[in-house]
């Protein structure tokens, strides 16, 4: 039988099903070989030759594959239509060329499909070809660009800049967009600004609402409100003039439906619909994908099969009528930049199967599927029609006019299906009454309520009110709604921050990364702890910032939109065999290089102080009482500046140290000064002051303080859930008082204790410990609740839980418990250290206390057997005393000569060993780091 290779277990399922018993299909579980963690795996120094490995969980796979062409020596490789796919392919090839499970000659296939269906893998198998040497090198040269990077710069940030853990090539660029636009945020001033607004009834009786658009004959613009004065000029303005109709227009106007998803585009409508993540969307279209429900999800193109455009359109003439299927299909070409269109768009492979009929069970998948289905048929449906009319309302004597917008929808179309979401809360104008040129208006304060209502979530809403008091009030929030015609308070909002779905979209639009690397780019930096992610908006840590602004400041060209995105459109050329990617290699590695090089002779307390002065708008912003805000506020002589911990990682801290202890964190409020130096005292306790304090690692309660006598005085971190303002003398000294003895064991007399660990809340009684859900119930637990736990925790046998004897023999001769002991091979003897097996066919609950010893006895022989061999080595060492007393002496002058000489070879092999521990942890520390960023596996 043919052996066919996928990547996924599921996938080989799925495809098994197809292609019946002529056939043996297998997973390689993703990359069966990737580039060794050390140096030289890219060696630049001979031609950029890589040298690769095979993980240790894909031998078994390559085992696997090897066994299978035994039988059948006919290879197929089926992975993904992608570049990782061809690359897994090529791999492949190569694994089972190198361990000669396949030759030179044997017959290699490779085939492609984009989606998982009968009739796709029929024919593609039906028309192979061979690995696509040139997606192979825009590969390898993207995975050597990956590896460079990473293992050269990485290394860099550990060394100039303690608490950093690596930087990337593509994902230091998307740290640096998130960290730019959060320093945008922090230097926004907000404007104010005023917008009129009157609510108005037809003759018909009819209400509507207008904003004001014109003031003393001038068209306003959107500052020229700028105080709450002004618009309460323009509120009289109105409220004391007869309003008319100027004129009515109305338009017809058509909305088309937007075009069928790429990996892109749903990812940001996953997120802005479902508030799912990058990772979690394409982990679920994965599995959509692999069980052969929509086509392959790795994809910039938005153009779709003829065959699948005419099953949209049949579906939606079935469902919805011929009123909702257009003329002609629509075309879709994409305008995003570097974009491929190697693949069609995702894309459901049965047109007819919504998602009541696949009966999907995982909300994921059933969410997003239902998503792909709805945007697919949506985008071959009918465009929607709809009427605007806009209404120009004035007073008799020019000087005052109002605009109303309204919109009627005459025909729904796509919107029938399917509506895209939006990153921004903006809505449609409501529908207007009907009006006539000419209409008289009359002032109509109750059909303001709703309009006024809705906007006031704004970040500023206040109101002025044709009334003498309304200025007095025009500062606070929202007013009763007493007059017709009312001014709203407005300010300019800052840029907002990325979510994942806009981040996605910027990568996008800069041509950064491809579609199979933006969900994990935008992963990797969270999991490093640079940004943050808060209600679904990305925020950048301190560390975050650190990094960006050294890599923007020292490597500031390998940081630049143009630069990444230039080398992005340098791979595509590979990929199209217009370039030669050792050539590419070979320029980046020349400069990059070059600039690592320039690096090695920086200070840390240089790179510091370069950062302090970029971030000091951040690290230390404006004081209310206007003094400079790099003054210690504990000694107000030393001046504030960034640090590094021994631990890793930076503070604030004061140059006027140690006679000033001054420290916080880097995002520490430093209104809260108190905390810093001595802390905050809060109150004594025999003689001796309780503080509140604010250290590196968060705040913290402290008993006196430190003196030469006394430089660990006791403290206790607070609970994560307590905050500073919750803390006075009486919590500080139950914190103090930790641990808390609850009572004795009934069952032994042990003493149960209550306490807070590195991991939270707990009890503990000897080496048994159970964790409480709450860190209010350390100080309140009671015997009852404490030995259940215990008993619950031990039962489960959980770390730290003593195993209890299966049965209990007596005791040994020399002294000491015999017991018999569950073990996790087996039951066993157990006396003091020593361990004996018991034998298969001898019952643990048969064994008597004399078998126990001769089973003690034969482990105690076997132990011992060793020392023996070393005492018998020794022997002609004993005969050198009886030697000559000339040749005694000799022997005696000779021996710390000859001690020295070992000493100093193990001196040598411990420096040597201390090395190459020293380089495998940099090694390994350095692995997350010079991975594939486009790798999709």
């Not at 984009?114 to 192979?136: F, S, Y």
């Not at 949209?312 to 919805?320: G, L, S």
């Not at 120009?392 to 179309?413: C, H, P, T, W, Y």
């Not at 430190?706 to 307590?722: F, G």
């Amino acid at each position: 039988m043919a052996v066919v290779v996928v990547e996924s277990p599921a996938k080989a399922k799925t495809i098994n099903k197809y292609l019946g018993d002529n056939y043996t299909v297998l997973a390689s579980f993703g990359h069966v070989r990737d580039l060794p963690p050390k140096d030289g795996s890219v060696d630049t120094e001979n031609d950029f030759e890589m040298k690769w490995e095979v993980a240790t969980d894909s031998k078994k796979h390559l085992r696997a594959i090897t066994d299978a062409l035994k039988a059948d020596n006919d290879l197929i490789l089926a992975t993904d239509p992608d570049r990782e796919g061809e690359a897994i392919s090529w791999h492949l090839t190569e694994a089972l060329l190198k361990s000669k499970a396949i030759k030179k000659d044997t017959p290699v296939k490779r085939v492609v499909f984009n989606a998982i269906t009968k009739t796709a893998v029929t024919e593609a198998m039906a028309n192979p070809r061979d690995v696509d040497m040139e997606l192979v090198r825009a590969y390898l040269a993207r995975r050597a660009l990956d590896y460079l990077v990473g293992f050269n710069l990485s290394p860099v940030l550990w060394r100039k800049l303690p608490g950093a853990k690596s930087a990337g090539r593509v994902q230091s660029v998307v740290l640096r967009l998130i960290v730019e636009r959060e320093m945008e945020i922090e230097a926004f001033r907000a404007q104010e600004y005023w917008s009129v607004a009157a609510g108005l009834t037809t003759p018909r009786g009819a209400q509507f609402n207008a904003r004001l658009t014109t003031m003393g004959g001038k068209r306003l613009e959107k500052f020229d409100l700028p105080t709450a004065e002004s618009a309460e000029l323009a509120v009289q303005a109105v409220s004391s003039r007869d309003l008319f109709v100027q004129s009515v227009e109305a338009k017809p106007a058509s909305r088309n439906p937007t075009a069928p998803f790429m990996t892109s585009t749903l990812q940001q409508e996953a997120s802005r619909k479902f508030g799912m993540g990058a990772k979690q969307a394409m982990s679920a279209a994965q599995r959509l994908y692999e069980a052969g429900h929509i086509t392959y999800m790795r994809t910039d193109g938005i153009d779709m099969a003829p065959e699948a455009v005419q099953a949209a359109r049949a579906e939606i003439e079935t469902r919805f009528g011929k009123d909702y299927v257009p003329a002609s299909p629509r075309i879709y070409k994409n305008k995003a930049k570097n974009a491929q269109e190697a693949h069609e768009c995702i894309r459901p492979t049965d047109m007819s199967a919504d998602t009541e009929k696949l009966r999907l069970t995982d909300s994921d998948q059933r969410r997003l599927y239902d998503l792909i289905w709805k945007r697919t048929i949506a985008c071959q449906m009918e465009a929607a029609r709809m009427e605007r009319t806009v209404a120009e309302i004035g007073s008799k004597d020019g000087q005052v006019g109002l605009r109303a917008n309204g919109q009627v929808m005459l025909f729904d179309g796509f919107l029938k299906v399917y509506e895209e979401g939006r990153d921004d809360d903006s809505e449609d104008d409501g529908r207007l009454p009907q009006l006539a040129q000419g209409d008289a208006l009359a002032k109509a304060k109750d059909s303001l309520a709703a309009d006024f209502a809705k906007a006031a979530p704004e970040a500023a809403d206040s109101v002025v009110e044709s009334t003498s008091d309304a200025l007095q009030r025009a500062a606070g929030a929202l007013l009763s709604l007493d007059g017709a015609i009312l001014g709203q308070q407005h300010f300019t909002q800052p840029p907002p921050r990325y979510t994942e779905a806009t981040m996605v979209k910027r990568m996008e639009e800069l041509g950064i990364g491809r579609p199979s690397t933006y969900a994990s780019i935008v992963t990797t930096i969270q999991d490093r702890g640079y940004v943050r992610k808060d209600k679904n908006r990305l925020i950048p840590e301190d560390k975050g910032r650190l990094v960006t602004i050294f890599l923007v400041n020292y490597f500031g060209r390998y940081l630049q939109y143009d630069f990444t995105a230039d080398m992005e459109t340098q791979l595509d050329d590979i990929s199209a065999g217009a370039r030669d990617y050792k050539d590419v290699l070979a320029r980046f590695w020349r400069d990059f290089s070059a600039a690592i090089e320039e690096t090695s002779e920086l200070r840390i307390t240089e790179v510091l102080d370069k950062i302090d002065e970029v971030l000091s708008p951040h690290l230390y912003p404006p004081r209310e009482d206007g003094s400079d805000p790099k003054v210690c506020p504990t000694c107000g002589i030393g001046r504030l500046n960034l640090k590094t911990a021994r631990s890793g990682g930076a503070f604030i801290g004061c140059n006027n140290y140690p006679e000033c202890r001054y420290t916080r964190p880097l995002s520490g409020d430093e209104g809260d000064a108190e905390l810093s130096g001595d802390g905050k005292l809060l109150g004594y306790d025999a003689d001796e002051g309780i503080y509140l304090r604010n250290g590196r690692f968060g705040p913290y309660v402290q008993r006196g303080k430190v003196t030469e006598e006394n430089k660990k005085p006791p403290r206790a971190s607070l609970p994560k859930t307590w905050t500073t303002d919750s803390i006075d003398l009486e919590r500080a000294l139950t914190l103090l008082s930790l641990p808390r003895q609850v009572g004795t064991h009934p069952e032994d007399g042990e003493p149960i204790e209550s306490a807070i660990g590195r991991f939270g809340p707990y009890v503990r009684h000897n080496k048994t410990y159970a964790n409480l859900p709450d860190v209010e119930e350390v100080f309140t637990i009671g015997m009852n609740r404490a030995v259940e736990l215990l008993a619950e925790k031990a039962a489960r046998g959980g770390r730290g839980a003593a195993a209890k004897p299966l049965k209990e023999l007596g005791d040994h001769p020399d002294g000491g418990a015999i017991n018999v002991m569950p073990g996790r091979y087996g039951p066993y003897v157990k006396w003091e250290k020593i361990n004996a097996t018991i034998p298969k066919e001898i019952e643990p609950e048969a064994v008597t206390l004399e078998q126990a010893l001769e089973l003690i006895a034969a482990k105690a022989a076997t132990k011992r057997k060793p020392a023996a061999k070393k005492a018998a080595a020794k022997k002609p060492a004993a005969k050198k005393p009886a030697a000559k007393k000339t040749a005694a002496k000799t022997t005696a002058e000779k021996k710390p000569a000859a001690k020295k000489a070992p000493a100093k070879k193990a001196t040598a092999k411990t420096s040597s060993s201390k090395a190459a521990t020293a380089k495998r942890a940099a090694a390994k520390k350095a692995e997350d780091t010079a991975t594939d960023e486009g790798s999709a596996e």
